[in-house]
């Protein structure tokens, strides 16, 4: 199953909402997480079965979607979210992830 | 705390072998299914493989890219959780992260499938 998201590249200020879209190339239901990855550190779930938030995780951030199309959706942009997002698919073998989209600051 | 340790990386001639161990501790290892996922540089997240917990036979799944030339294994009684790697090329270049897996898993199905602990990751080098 491949998974695309869009936009490879987003640039936005703090403060902003910003969404970011995974379309998978086939049906997965929810079996769909979403990860973070600081330069040069591990990636870390965020949220998982499309839209419940990880322990930990703030509030604005969420997770929509099921079938093919899925959103990861940041609400007023703190500094700290400045980092790539991976989408990854757990329906079926291989897991794969999406080829991450990058969010910097404008 | 859920700690995850990767050793073993290095640098290695195109066609040599390397095996990668990750040491786990402050959680239940055999509750959890364990994989591997690694990051070529500049690049993105790829999945290696996995090795399914005691109840469901230690059995593995690996990526079409590596599926013959590499083998997971573990051992619940030291925590500890390997990737053998053979006939490495090039392309194998990249961070090696261990990652907790699913628990609560039976006939296929787990009560949490996602990757929630990584480890900080292993650099293997394949060059000549």
């Known amino acids: 199953i491949q998974l695309t998201q869009s936009p490879p590249f987003l640039s936005a200020s703090v403060g902003d909402r910003v969404t970011i879209t995974c379309r998978a190339s086939q049906g997965i239901y929810s079996n769909l997480g979403w990860y973070q990855q600081k330069p040069g550190k591990a990636p870390e779930l965020l949220i998982y079965?499309?839209?419940t938030l990880q322990s930990g995780v703030p509030s604005r951030f969420s997770g929509s979607g099921s079938g093919t199309d899925f959103t990861l959706t940041i609400n007023n942009l703190q500094p700290e979210d400045f980092a790539t997002y991976y989408c990854q698919q757990v329906n079926s073998y291989p897991i794969t992830f999406g080829q991450g989209t990058r969010l910097e600051i404008k | 705390e859920v700690q995850l340790v990767e050793s073993g990386g290095g640098l290695v001639q195109p066609g040599g072998s390397l095996r990668l161990s990750c040491s786990a501790s402050g959680f239940t290892f055999s509750d959890h299914y364990m994989d591997w996922v690694r990051q070529a540089p500049g690049k993105g997240l790829e999945w290696v493989g996995r090795s399914r917990d005691k109840v469901n036979g230690y059995t593995t799944e690996y990526a079409a890219s590596v599926k013959g030339r590499f083998t997971i294994s573990r051992d619940d009684s030291k925590n500890s959780l390997y990737l053998q790697m053979n006939s490495l090329n090039t392309e194998d270049t990249a961070v090696y992260y261990c990652?907790?897996?699913?628990?609560?898993?039976?006939?296929?199905?787990?009560?949490?499938?996602?990757?929630?602990?990584w480890g900080k990751g292993t650099t293997v080098t394949v060059s000549s």
């Open positions: 079965v499309a839209s």
């Open positions: 990652t907790r897996g699913p628990f609560g898993c039976s006939r296929g199905r787990c009560s949490f499938s996602y990757l929630d602990a």
